[in-house]
Protein backbone atom coordinates (compact mmCIF):
# COMPACT_ATOMS: atom_id res chain seq x y z
CA UNK A 1 0.00 0.00 0.00
CA UNK A 2 2.82 2.18 0.83
CA UNK A 3 4.42 1.77 -2.49
CA UNK A 4 1.64 2.21 -4.14
CA UNK A 5 0.74 5.19 -2.47
CA UNK A 6 4.38 6.49 -3.29
CA UNK A 7 4.03 6.09 -6.87
CA UNK A 8 0.93 7.63 -7.27
CA UNK A 9 2.39 10.47 -5.69
CA UNK A 10 5.03 10.81 -8.04
CA UNK A 11 2.82 10.22 -11.08
CA UNK A 12 0.42 12.80 -9.77
CA UNK A 13 3.20 15.33 -8.99
CA UNK A 14 5.05 15.13 -12.19
CA UNK A 15 1.30 15.58 -14.27
CA UNK A 16 0.87 18.15 -11.67
CA UNK A 17 3.87 20.76 -12.85
CA UNK A 18 3.72 19.57 -16.38
CA UNK A 19 0.19 20.97 -16.90
CA UNK A 20 1.40 24.08 -15.16
CA UNK A 21 3.93 24.43 -17.56
CA UNK A 22 1.97 24.02 -20.31
CA UNK A 23 -0.32 26.35 -19.00
CA UNK A 24 2.04 29.18 -17.89
CA UNK A 25 3.74 28.85 -21.90
CA UNK A 26 -0.06 31.04 -22.88
CA UNK A 27 1.56 34.02 -20.68
CA UNK A 28 4.41 34.28 -23.18
CA UNK A 29 2.15 33.99 -26.41
CA UNK A 30 -0.08 36.52 -24.60
CA UNK A 31 3.08 38.72 -23.92
CA UNK A 32 3.78 38.51 -28.03
CA UNK A 33 0.30 39.19 -29.27
CA UNK A 34 0.48 41.97 -26.51
CA UNK A 35 3.47 43.47 -28.13
CA UNK A 36 2.33 43.23 -31.25
CA UNK A 37 -0.43 45.22 -30.88
CA UNK A 38 0.70 47.88 -28.91
CA UNK A 39 3.04 49.06 -31.88
CA UNK A 40 3.21 50.51 -34.87
CA UNK A 41 3.13 48.33 -37.98
CA UNK A 42 6.58 49.04 -39.37
CA UNK A 43 8.08 47.00 -36.13
CA UNK A 44 5.47 44.46 -36.06
CA UNK A 45 8.41 41.54 -36.77
CA UNK A 46 11.20 43.24 -35.27
CA UNK A 47 9.10 43.20 -32.20
CA UNK A 48 8.03 39.61 -32.30
CA UNK A 49 11.25 38.27 -32.88
CA UNK A 50 12.65 40.10 -29.68
CA UNK A 51 10.03 38.15 -27.69
CA UNK A 52 10.73 34.92 -28.89
CA UNK A 53 14.14 34.43 -29.28
CA UNK A 54 14.46 35.29 -25.50
CA UNK A 55 12.92 31.43 -25.17
CA UNK A 56 16.43 29.52 -26.51
CA UNK A 57 18.53 32.38 -24.92
CA UNK A 58 17.24 32.24 -21.24
CA UNK A 59 16.31 28.45 -21.66
CA UNK A 60 19.97 27.45 -22.28
CA UNK A 61 21.52 29.81 -19.90
CA UNK A 62 19.22 28.72 -17.05
CA UNK A 63 20.01 24.94 -17.78
CA UNK A 64 23.97 26.07 -17.48
CA UNK A 65 23.56 28.44 -14.61
CA UNK A 66 20.27 29.71 -13.81
CA UNK A 67 19.04 26.86 -11.73
CA UNK A 68 22.09 26.12 -10.34
CA UNK A 69 21.85 29.37 -8.52
CA UNK A 70 18.91 28.79 -7.25
CA UNK A 71 19.89 26.15 -4.76
CA UNK A 72 23.18 27.81 -4.25
CA UNK A 73 22.19 31.26 -3.12
CA UNK A 74 19.43 30.78 -0.64
CA UNK A 75 21.48 31.89 2.19
CA UNK A 76 22.80 35.16 0.78
CA UNK A 77 26.16 36.10 -1.18
CA UNK A 78 28.76 34.54 1.36
CA UNK A 79 27.57 36.80 3.96
CA UNK A 80 25.14 35.07 6.10
CA UNK A 81 25.36 30.85 7.41
CA UNK A 82 25.36 28.30 4.79
CA UNK A 83 27.82 27.78 1.90
CA UNK A 84 27.06 30.33 -0.74
CA UNK A 85 28.36 29.75 -4.04
CA UNK A 86 31.02 26.87 -2.52
CA UNK A 87 30.05 23.85 -4.24
CA UNK A 88 29.07 22.00 -1.34
CA UNK A 89 26.10 18.69 -1.31
CA UNK A 90 24.99 20.76 1.82
CA UNK A 91 23.48 23.84 -0.17
CA UNK A 92 22.07 21.25 -2.82
CA UNK A 93 23.56 23.14 -5.47
CA UNK A 94 25.76 20.30 -6.86
CA UNK A 95 22.69 18.23 -6.97
CA UNK A 96 20.81 20.76 -9.45
CA UNK A 97 23.86 22.10 -11.89
CA UNK A 98 23.91 21.18 -15.55
CA UNK A 99 26.28 18.07 -15.04
CA UNK A 100 23.67 16.18 -12.41
CA UNK A 101 22.32 13.49 -13.52
CA UNK A 102 18.97 14.77 -12.23
CA UNK A 103 18.94 17.20 -15.48
CA UNK A 104 18.01 14.64 -17.53
CA UNK A 105 16.49 11.18 -18.36
CA UNK A 106 16.77 9.64 -15.14
CA UNK A 107 13.96 7.16 -13.99
CA UNK A 108 14.70 7.55 -10.12
CA UNK A 109 13.80 11.64 -10.46
CA UNK A 110 10.81 12.29 -12.13
CA UNK A 111 10.18 15.54 -10.56
CA UNK A 112 13.60 18.08 -10.93
CA UNK A 113 12.87 18.22 -14.54
CA UNK A 114 9.46 19.50 -14.71
CA UNK A 115 10.02 21.92 -11.78
CA UNK A 116 12.97 23.24 -13.12
CA UNK A 117 10.88 23.71 -16.51
CA UNK A 118 8.36 25.55 -13.85
CA UNK A 119 11.00 27.90 -13.05
CA UNK A 120 12.15 28.69 -16.42
CA UNK A 121 8.57 29.60 -17.15
CA UNK A 122 8.83 32.36 -14.26
CA UNK A 123 12.32 33.13 -16.08
CA UNK A 124 10.46 33.87 -19.20
CA UNK A 125 7.91 35.75 -17.64
CA UNK A 126 10.54 37.92 -16.23
CA UNK A 127 12.19 38.84 -19.34
CA UNK A 128 8.88 39.32 -21.17
CA UNK A 129 7.64 42.51 -18.87
CA UNK A 130 11.23 44.29 -19.69
CA UNK A 131 10.69 43.78 -23.32
CA UNK A 132 7.25 45.41 -23.54
CA UNK A 133 8.67 48.51 -22.56
CA UNK A 134 11.21 48.70 -24.64
CA UNK A 135 10.01 48.10 -28.25
CA UNK A 136 9.95 50.24 -31.11
CA UNK A 137 13.78 51.22 -30.40
CA UNK A 138 16.05 48.86 -29.09
CA UNK A 139 18.53 46.74 -30.61
CA UNK A 140 17.36 43.08 -30.42
CA UNK A 141 20.87 41.88 -29.36
CA UNK A 142 21.37 44.53 -26.15
CA UNK A 143 17.46 43.06 -25.23
CA UNK A 144 19.03 39.97 -25.67
CA UNK A 145 21.80 40.38 -23.37
CA UNK A 146 19.60 41.91 -20.90
CA UNK A 147 16.75 39.03 -20.71
CA UNK A 148 20.05 36.62 -20.13
CA UNK A 149 20.82 38.72 -17.10
CA UNK A 150 17.57 38.87 -15.66
CA UNK A 151 16.25 35.91 -16.60
CA UNK A 152 19.12 33.50 -15.70
CA UNK A 153 20.50 35.32 -12.80
CA UNK A 154 19.21 38.73 -11.18
CA UNK A 155 15.78 37.54 -10.67
CA UNK A 156 17.19 34.04 -9.80
CA UNK A 157 18.99 35.39 -6.95
CA UNK A 158 16.14 37.12 -5.57
CA UNK A 159 13.87 33.82 -5.66
CA UNK A 160 17.11 32.07 -4.11
CA UNK A 161 16.82 35.16 -1.12
CA UNK A 162 12.94 35.32 -1.18
CA UNK A 163 11.05 32.88 -2.61
CA UNK A 164 13.53 30.25 -1.06
CA UNK A 165 11.85 27.94 2.14
CA UNK A 166 15.13 28.54 3.29
CA UNK A 167 16.33 31.96 1.71
CA UNK A 168 17.87 33.94 4.24
CA UNK A 169 15.10 37.07 3.66
CA UNK A 170 12.26 34.78 4.74
CA UNK A 171 14.49 33.46 7.69
CA UNK A 172 15.87 36.75 9.24
CA UNK A 173 13.13 39.16 7.53
CA UNK A 174 9.74 37.23 7.48
CA UNK A 175 9.68 37.96 3.93
CA UNK A 176 6.56 36.91 2.42
CA UNK A 177 5.04 36.60 -1.46
CA UNK A 178 3.54 33.90 -2.31
CA UNK A 179 2.53 34.54 -5.46
CA UNK A 180 5.56 36.87 -6.60
CA UNK A 181 3.97 40.38 -6.38
CA UNK A 182 7.92 41.30 -5.90
CA UNK A 183 10.14 38.51 -6.67
CA UNK A 184 9.18 38.83 -10.61
CA UNK A 185 6.95 41.19 -11.10
CA UNK A 186 8.94 43.98 -9.09
CA UNK A 187 11.98 42.83 -10.53
CA UNK A 188 11.24 43.46 -13.73
CA UNK A 189 9.59 46.43 -13.51
CA UNK A 190 12.74 47.78 -11.63
CA UNK A 191 14.79 46.67 -14.47
CA UNK A 192 12.68 48.31 -17.49
CA UNK A 193 12.83 51.11 -15.69
CA UNK A 194 16.57 51.10 -15.05
CA UNK A 195 16.81 50.12 -19.00
CA UNK A 196 14.51 52.61 -20.26
CA UNK A 197 16.01 55.73 -18.29
CA UNK A 198 18.93 55.22 -20.20
CA UNK A 199 17.24 53.81 -23.66
CA UNK A 200 15.42 57.10 -23.66
CA UNK A 201 11.89 57.43 -25.41
CA UNK A 202 10.77 57.11 -28.77
CA UNK A 203 11.00 59.45 -31.42
CA UNK A 204 8.14 61.99 -31.43
CA UNK A 205 6.57 60.91 -28.28
CA UNK A 206 6.96 63.97 -26.51
CA UNK A 207 6.09 67.32 -28.06
CA UNK A 208 8.93 70.15 -27.67
CA UNK A 209 7.67 71.32 -24.83
CA UNK A 210 7.61 67.97 -23.04
CA UNK A 211 4.12 67.68 -23.43
CA UNK A 212 3.36 63.71 -23.96
CA UNK A 213 1.75 62.44 -27.39
CA UNK A 214 -0.10 59.01 -26.80
CA UNK A 215 0.99 56.35 -29.70
CA UNK A 216 -2.34 54.25 -29.63
CA UNK A 217 -2.04 50.56 -29.80
CA UNK A 218 -2.35 49.71 -33.74
CA UNK A 219 -4.78 46.78 -33.22
CA UNK A 220 -6.63 46.62 -29.42
CA UNK A 221 -8.11 43.14 -30.58
CA UNK A 222 -4.62 41.77 -30.25
CA UNK A 223 -4.10 43.49 -26.83
CA UNK A 224 -6.70 42.12 -25.68
CA UNK A 225 -6.41 38.62 -26.42
CA UNK A 226 -2.90 38.99 -25.25
CA UNK A 227 -3.83 40.09 -21.76
CA UNK A 228 -6.86 37.46 -21.79
CA UNK A 229 -3.76 34.36 -22.26
CA UNK A 230 -1.60 36.40 -19.56
CA UNK A 231 -4.73 35.84 -17.26
CA UNK A 232 -4.56 32.32 -18.06
CA UNK A 233 -1.38 31.55 -17.94
CA UNK A 234 -1.23 33.25 -14.60
CA UNK A 235 -3.72 31.11 -13.22
CA UNK A 236 -0.92 28.52 -14.12
CA UNK A 237 1.16 30.20 -12.70
CA UNK A 238 -0.11 30.34 -9.38
CA UNK A 239 -0.45 26.36 -9.02
CA UNK A 240 2.94 26.17 -9.97
CA UNK A 241 4.00 28.05 -7.43
CA UNK A 242 2.22 25.54 -4.88
CA UNK A 243 4.14 22.01 -4.08
CA UNK A 244 1.20 19.42 -4.22
CA UNK A 245 2.16 16.72 -1.19
CA UNK A 246 0.59 13.95 0.93
CA UNK A 247 0.67 14.22 4.61
CA UNK A 248 -0.46 11.95 7.70
CA UNK A 249 -4.59 12.45 8.23
CA UNK A 250 -5.23 12.32 11.70
CA UNK A 251 -8.28 12.18 13.68
CA UNK A 252 -7.98 12.89 17.48
CA UNK A 253 -3.97 12.93 17.40
CA UNK A 254 -4.16 9.79 15.75
CA UNK A 255 -3.12 9.06 12.34
CA UNK A 256 -5.50 7.34 10.24
CA UNK A 257 -4.14 7.64 6.41
CA UNK A 258 -2.91 10.26 4.44
CA UNK A 259 -4.28 12.88 2.65
CA UNK A 260 -3.62 15.50 -0.27
CA UNK A 261 -2.95 18.83 0.72
CA UNK A 262 -0.34 21.97 -0.77
CA UNK A 263 1.54 24.46 0.39
CA UNK A 264 3.36 27.56 -1.04
CA UNK A 265 6.64 27.86 -2.63
CA UNK A 266 7.52 28.38 1.71
CA UNK A 267 6.02 25.09 2.51
CA UNK A 268 3.27 26.93 4.23
CA UNK A 269 -0.16 25.76 3.88
CA UNK A 270 -2.63 27.15 1.39
CA UNK A 271 -5.43 25.27 -0.93
CA UNK A 272 -6.01 25.82 -4.50
CA UNK A 273 -9.62 26.35 -3.67
CA UNK A 274 -8.29 29.40 -1.87
CA UNK A 275 -5.79 30.66 -4.52
CA UNK A 276 -8.72 30.62 -6.90
CA UNK A 277 -11.24 32.30 -5.46
CA UNK A 278 -8.51 34.71 -4.79
CA UNK A 279 -7.78 35.07 -8.12
CA UNK A 280 -10.31 36.01 -9.52
CA UNK A 281 -11.79 38.48 -6.57
CA UNK A 282 -8.29 40.35 -7.27
CA UNK A 283 -8.28 40.19 -11.51
CA UNK A 284 -12.24 41.54 -10.97
CA UNK A 285 -10.83 44.38 -8.23
CA UNK A 286 -8.00 45.53 -10.84
CA UNK A 287 -10.86 45.46 -13.78
CA UNK A 288 -13.21 47.64 -11.80
CA UNK A 289 -10.51 50.36 -10.50
CA UNK A 290 -8.71 49.86 -14.03
CA UNK A 291 -12.61 50.77 -15.90
CA UNK A 292 -12.93 54.01 -13.31
CA UNK A 293 -9.95 55.42 -12.96
CA UNK A 294 -9.09 55.57 -16.83
CA UNK A 295 -12.61 56.29 -17.74
CA UNK A 296 -12.93 53.41 -19.52
CA UNK A 297 -10.18 53.33 -21.83
CA UNK A 298 -9.86 49.37 -22.75
CA UNK A 299 -5.86 49.53 -22.73
CA UNK A 300 -5.51 50.53 -19.15
CA UNK A 301 -9.04 48.84 -17.94
CA UNK A 302 -7.22 45.52 -19.52
CA UNK A 303 -4.13 46.11 -17.85
CA UNK A 304 -5.78 46.87 -14.73
CA UNK A 305 -7.07 43.20 -14.08
CA UNK A 306 -3.36 42.19 -14.45
CA UNK A 307 -2.12 44.56 -11.86
CA UNK A 308 -4.84 44.03 -9.57
CA UNK A 309 -3.90 39.99 -9.51
CA UNK A 310 0.21 41.06 -8.90
CA UNK A 311 -1.06 43.63 -6.46
CA UNK A 312 -2.64 40.96 -4.59
CA UNK A 313 -0.30 38.15 -5.55
CA UNK A 314 2.03 38.42 -2.82
CA UNK A 315 -0.58 37.25 0.66
CA UNK A 316 -3.01 35.80 -1.66
CA UNK A 317 -2.50 32.51 0.05
CA UNK A 318 -3.82 33.94 3.22
CA UNK A 319 -5.90 36.78 2.32
CA UNK A 320 -9.69 36.53 2.62
CA UNK A 321 -11.21 37.21 -0.69
CA UNK A 322 -12.68 40.77 -0.19
CA UNK A 323 -9.64 41.57 1.04
CA UNK A 324 -8.14 40.32 -2.66
CA UNK A 325 -10.78 42.38 -3.80
CA UNK A 326 -9.53 45.42 -2.49
CA UNK A 327 -5.81 45.34 -2.94
CA UNK A 328 -6.52 44.79 -6.48
CA UNK A 329 -8.37 47.61 -7.08
CA UNK A 330 -5.69 49.81 -4.89
CA UNK A 331 -2.78 47.86 -7.07
CA UNK A 332 -4.13 49.61 -10.42
CA UNK A 333 -5.42 52.86 -8.98
CA UNK A 334 -1.66 53.43 -7.53
CA UNK A 335 -0.23 52.28 -10.64
CA UNK A 336 -1.32 54.36 -13.22
CA UNK A 337 -1.36 57.28 -11.07
CA UNK A 338 2.25 56.80 -10.97
CA UNK A 339 2.62 55.40 -14.65
CA UNK A 340 1.10 59.13 -15.85
CA UNK A 341 3.41 61.16 -13.13
CA UNK A 342 6.41 59.80 -13.85
CA UNK A 343 5.74 59.87 -17.65
CA UNK A 344 4.97 63.83 -17.39
CA UNK A 345 7.64 64.43 -14.86
CA UNK A 346 10.68 62.42 -15.94
CA UNK A 347 9.79 61.82 -19.66
CA UNK A 348 9.67 58.06 -19.94
CA UNK A 349 8.37 56.13 -22.47
CA UNK A 350 6.73 52.82 -21.07
CA UNK A 351 5.20 51.62 -24.04
CA UNK A 352 2.75 49.17 -22.30
CA UNK A 353 2.48 50.30 -18.37
CA UNK A 354 4.97 47.46 -17.71
CA UNK A 355 6.87 49.41 -15.38
CA UNK A 356 3.62 50.76 -13.81
CA UNK A 357 1.64 47.08 -13.97
CA UNK A 358 4.53 45.21 -13.02
CA UNK A 359 6.69 46.96 -10.80
CA UNK A 360 4.55 49.59 -9.10
CA UNK A 361 2.14 47.29 -8.65
CA UNK A 362 3.99 44.64 -7.75
CA UNK A 363 6.23 46.51 -4.85
CA UNK A 364 3.28 47.62 -3.48
CA UNK A 365 1.31 44.78 -3.41
CA UNK A 366 4.67 43.50 -1.16
CA UNK A 367 4.32 45.92 0.87
CA UNK A 368 0.76 45.83 1.61
CA UNK A 369 0.95 42.02 2.65
CA UNK A 370 3.47 42.65 5.36
CA UNK A 371 1.00 44.58 7.03
CA UNK A 372 -2.27 42.54 6.06
CA UNK A 373 -0.50 39.40 7.45
CA UNK A 374 1.59 40.69 10.10
CA UNK A 375 2.54 38.34 12.79
CA UNK A 376 1.47 35.08 10.51
CA UNK A 377 4.79 32.55 10.14
CA UNK A 378 6.64 32.77 7.68
CA UNK A 379 7.80 29.28 7.74
CA UNK A 380 7.09 25.99 9.36
CA UNK A 381 10.33 25.84 10.53
CA UNK A 382 11.04 27.31 13.82
CA UNK A 383 13.48 30.21 14.65
CA UNK A 384 12.55 31.83 11.07
CA UNK A 385 11.16 35.48 12.01
CA UNK A 386 7.28 36.23 11.01
CA UNK A 387 5.84 37.88 8.36
CA UNK A 388 5.69 42.24 9.27
CA UNK A 389 5.83 44.99 7.21
CA UNK A 390 9.39 46.33 8.20
CA UNK A 391 10.60 42.81 6.29
CA UNK A 392 8.58 43.02 3.64
CA UNK A 393 9.24 46.65 2.65
CA UNK A 394 12.78 45.89 3.02
CA UNK A 395 12.55 42.72 0.46
CA UNK A 396 10.24 45.35 -1.88
CA UNK A 397 13.32 47.57 -1.61
CA UNK A 398 15.91 44.71 -2.53
CA UNK A 399 13.62 43.28 -5.43
CA UNK A 400 12.42 46.40 -7.33
CA UNK A 401 15.73 48.61 -6.91
CA UNK A 402 18.80 46.52 -5.80
CA UNK A 403 18.22 43.72 -8.05
CA UNK A 404 15.71 45.25 -11.05
CA UNK A 405 16.72 48.84 -11.28
CA UNK A 406 20.31 49.17 -10.47
CA UNK A 407 21.40 45.85 -12.74
CA UNK A 408 18.95 47.33 -15.64
CA UNK A 409 20.59 50.56 -15.22
CA UNK A 410 24.33 49.11 -15.08
CA UNK A 411 24.13 46.93 -17.96
CA UNK A 412 21.90 49.56 -20.26
CA UNK A 413 24.80 52.26 -19.48
CA UNK A 414 27.56 49.77 -20.64
CA UNK A 415 25.65 48.87 -24.02
CA UNK A 416 24.40 52.87 -24.68
CA UNK A 417 28.67 53.08 -24.20
CA UNK A 418 29.26 50.84 -27.03
CA UNK A 419 26.56 51.79 -29.34
CA UNK A 420 24.45 48.58 -28.80
CA UNK A 421 21.36 49.57 -26.72
CA UNK A 422 19.26 51.72 -29.61
CA UNK A 423 18.79 51.49 -33.31
CA UNK A 424 20.04 54.48 -35.16
CA UNK A 425 17.85 57.06 -35.71
CA UNK A 426 16.97 56.84 -39.76
CA UNK A 427 16.12 52.90 -38.61
CA UNK A 428 13.59 54.27 -35.95
CA UNK A 429 11.73 56.43 -38.46
CA UNK A 430 11.44 53.79 -40.91
CA UNK A 431 11.03 51.20 -38.94
CA UNK A 432 12.79 48.18 -37.53
CA UNK A 433 11.40 45.71 -39.95
CA UNK A 434 12.75 48.20 -43.00
CA UNK A 435 14.96 45.29 -44.32
CA UNK A 436 12.64 42.45 -43.96
CA UNK A 437 9.97 44.24 -45.50
CA UNK A 438 12.28 45.59 -48.77
CA UNK A 439 13.27 41.59 -48.81
CA UNK A 440 9.37 41.28 -49.52
CA UNK A 441 9.23 43.69 -52.03
CA UNK A 442 12.17 42.87 -53.75
CA UNK A 443 11.01 39.39 -53.59
CA UNK A 444 7.29 40.75 -55.30
CA UNK A 445 9.49 42.56 -57.85
CA UNK A 446 11.56 39.42 -58.87
CA UNK A 447 8.21 37.56 -58.91
CA UNK A 448 6.70 40.88 -61.19
CA UNK A 449 9.61 39.96 -63.81
CA UNK A 450 9.30 36.54 -64.26
CA UNK A 451 5.61 36.76 -64.69
CA UNK A 452 6.87 39.09 -67.72
CA UNK A 453 9.46 36.83 -68.72
CA UNK A 454 6.63 33.90 -69.05
CA UNK A 455 4.55 36.09 -71.18
Known amino acids: MGDQLSALTTVFTEFYYWVTVVLMFLIHIGFCMYEVGASRRRNHLHT ?3 NTMLIPLVTITFFFFGWWIYWALPNGPWIFEGKGLILDGATGATQFGPASEK ?21 WTVASI ?28 DAAWGWHFDGWMVKLLGYHDAYASGVIHA ?12 LGPRLGRFAADGTPREFVPHNPWLVTIGLFLIYTGFWGFYAACNVPIISPATIA ?3 TGETWTA ?21 SGGLLVGYLVSKGNPFWTYSGGLAGIIAASAGNDLYHP ?8 IGIYVAYKLHFWVERRFKIDDAVGAVAVHGYAGFLGVVIAGFMLWGYPSSPFEGYAAINPLGNFIGAIIMFFVLGFVPGYVLAKILNSFGLLR ?3 QVELMGLDFRTLHEEEQARQDVREAEKAFA
Open 48 to 50: LMK
Open 253 to 255: GQI
Open 187 to 198: IGGGTALGVLIV
Open 322 to 329: IQALIIGG
Open 263 to 283: TTIYLTPTTLSAITVNFIMSL
Open 103 to 123: MGTNLGDRLTGVFWAAFLLFS
Open 423 to 425: VPR
Open 130 to 157: VSGSLIERVRSGAFWIIAVMIGSVTWII
